[in-house]
C-alpha cells in the first residue's frame, strides 16, 4: 500500500533517517512542461527548519527528476523525484531501540511486520509525505491547466483561531513540552461537474481515504460535514436554480459526483505524538517504563501539513479527471 491512484499513480519511497525519499509517478499524460521550479515551492512549504512553530530539523528539500522529462516536458513515462535526506540525527533515537512511543506507529509496526526502524519511525515518519508533495505539485500543474485551483487555511489550532492565537497555543505547548493538534480546510475551485464514480468510487469517498492516508489526521468532513446532522432537510438541501445552486452544504459533491462547485474538505489533526514530557510506556519484552522524547519535533503539525493535504485531493482529482477523459472519449460518437 505504498502506491496510490489508478490512472495517475504514485508510489512514496524511502524512510525518515534513510538516504533519501521521493515518489515514482506512472501515468503521468506526456506534453506537459515541468521542472524542478515548478514542484519545489510545494516541498519548500513543508519542510522543516523554517520557524519556531516547527521542528528544527534543517532539510533543504532540494528536489531532483531523474526520469520521465525530456526538454522540460513530460514523456509519458514513469516520472522518478528524489529529495536526499541532509540532516538526520539518528543518535537522538537511540533509546527508542527498545520503547515504544505513545501515540506513534511504534508498537503497531513491529506487531505487523517484526522489525521497526526506530530512527524517527521509519515509514511511519511525517518525512513520508514529501513524495505526496512533489507528486502533487505536479498533479497541481495538470490540474491548472484545466482551471482548477487549489487552496488550504488553518482554521484553529488546540481550539483557538486567528494567526496570533494560533500563535501562542504552538509556542505554550513547545515550552510546555507538549504538542497540540487542530483543523485544516482544503478546497478546490473550478472543478468542473461529473467527476467521481458512483456507489464505491465516489469522489467524496475517494477524498476522505486519501485524507485519513496522511499520518497525523484523525477525522473528515465535506461540506457541511458533521453538523448536518443537526439540520432538516430543507436547511441542509443546496436549492437549484436556472443560474445554479444558491448554497454549498454538500461541499461540491453531490452522489459521489462533483457538481462544479467549490469542493470544500476539512481535516482534524492530532497533536505530534513525540513529546518531552514524560508518558507511561512498555519497552519490547513488555515491562513498565516511563519515557520522555528529545530530538527535533513539530510542537503542532498542522502549519506543515497544509501542503500535504492540498497534495492529496489534488491527486485524487487529477486521477478522477484522467479517468473522466477516459470515459469520455469511450462514450463518443
Known amino acids: 500500500m505504498n502506491t496510490f491512484g489508478r490512472n495517475f499513480r504514485i508510489t512514496t519511497f524511502g524512510e525518515s533517517h534513510g538516504a533519501a525519499v521521493g515518489v515514482i509517478i506512472d501515468g503521468c499524460p506526456p506534453g506537459t512542461p515541468l521542472a524542478e521550479s515548478d514542484i519545489q515551492p510545494f516541498l519548500d512549504r513543508r519542510r522543516p527548519g523554517t520557524s519556531p512553530l516547527v521542528s528544527a530539523r534543517r532539510e533543504t528539500d532540494t528536489v531532483s527528476i531523474v526520469?520521465?522529462?525530456?526538454?522540460?516536458?513530460?514523456?509519458?513515462?514513469?516520472?522518478?523525484?528524489?529529495?536526499?535526506?541532509?540532516?538526520?540525527?539518528?543518535?537522538?533515537?537511540?533509546?527508542?531501540?527498545?520503547?515504544?512511543?505513545?501515540?506513534?506507529?511504534?508498537?503497531?509496526?513491529?506487531?505487523?511486520?517484526?522489525?521497526?526502524d526506530h530512527r524517527g519511525g521509519g515509514r511511519s515518519s511525517g518525512r513520508e509525505t514529501v513524495g505526496r508533495v512533489a507528486a502533487g505539485a505536479v498533479a497541481m500543474k495538470l490540474l491548472g491547466s484545466r482551471g482548477i485551483r487549489i487552496s488550504g487555511k488553518i482554521l484553529e489550532v488546540h481550539g483557538r483561531?486567528?494567526?496570533?492565537?494560533?500563535?501562542?497555543?504552538?509556542?505554550?505547548?513547545?515550552?510546555?513540552?507538549?504538542?497540540?493538534?487542530?483543523?485544516?480546510?482544503?478546497?478546490?475551485?473550478?472543478?468542473?461537474?461529473?467527476?467521481?464514480?458512483?456507489?464505491f468510487g465516489?469522489?467524496?469517498?475517494?477524498?476522505?481515504?486519501?485524507?485519513?492516508?496522511?499520518?497525523?489526521?484523525?477525522?473528515?468532513?465535506?461540506?457541511?460535514?458533521?453538523?448536518?446532522?443537526?439540520?432538516?432537510?430543507?436547511?441542509?438541501?443546496?436549492?437549484?436554480?436556472?443560474?445554479?445552486?444558491?448554497?454549498?452544504?454538500?461541499?461540491?459533491?453531490?452522489?459521489?459526483?462533483?457538481?462544479?462547485?467549490?469542493?470544500?474538505?476539512?481535516?482534524?489533526?492530532?497533536?505530534?505524538?513525540s513529546i518531552a514530557k514524560p508518558q507511561r510506556t512498555t519497552d519490547i519484552h513488555g515491562n513498565d517504563a516511563t519515557i520522555s522524547i528529545r530530538g527535533r519535533h513539530d510542537p503542532c503539525i498542522v502549519p506543515r501539513i497544509l501542503p500535504v493535504a492540498e497534495a492529496m485531493l489534488a491527486l485524487v482529482l487529477v486521477d478522477c479527471m484522467l479517468e473522466q477523459e477516459k470515459y469520455c472519449r469511450g462514450s463518443s460518437p
Not at 522540460?72 to 536526499?84: C, M, S
Not at 494567526?163 to 497555543?169: L, M, N, R, V
Not at 504552538?170 to 461529473?194: F, M, N, R, Y
Open 161 to 199: 483561531s486567528g494567526a496570533e492565537g494560533i500563535e501562542q497555543e504552538i509556542l505554550a505547548a513547545k515550552q510546555a513540552g507538549d504538542s497540540v493538534g487542530g483543523i485544516a480546510e482544503i478546497t478546490a475551485a473550478g472543478c468542473p461537474p461529473g467527476l467521481g464514480d458512483p456507489v
Open 202 to 273: 465516489k469522489l467524496d469517498a475517494q477524498i476522505a481515504g486519501a485524507m485519513m492516508g496522511i499520518g497525523a489526521v484523525k477525522g473528515v468532513e465535506i461540506g457541511d460535514g458533521f453538523s448536518v446532522a443537526r439540520k432538516s432537510g430543507s436547511e441542509n438541501n443546496d436549492p437549484i436554480t436556472r443560474a445554479g445552486f444558491t448554497s454549498n452544504h454538500a461541499g461540491g459533491i453531490l452522489g459521489g459526483i462533483s457538481t462544479g462547485q467549490e469542493i470544500v474538505v476539512r481535516i482534524a489533526v492530532k497533536p505530534t505524538p
Open 67 to 116: 526520469s520521465g522529462i525530456f526538454e522540460r516536458t513530460t514523456t509519458g513515462t514513469p516520472i522518478a523525484l528524489v529529495v536526499k535526506n541532509e540532516d538526520e540525527q539518528s543518535k537522538d533515537y537511540e533509546e527508542l531501540r527498545s520503547l515504544f512511543r505513545p501515540g506513534h506507529a511504534d508498537f503497531t509496526y513491529l506487531q505487523k511486520y517484526g522489525i521497526r
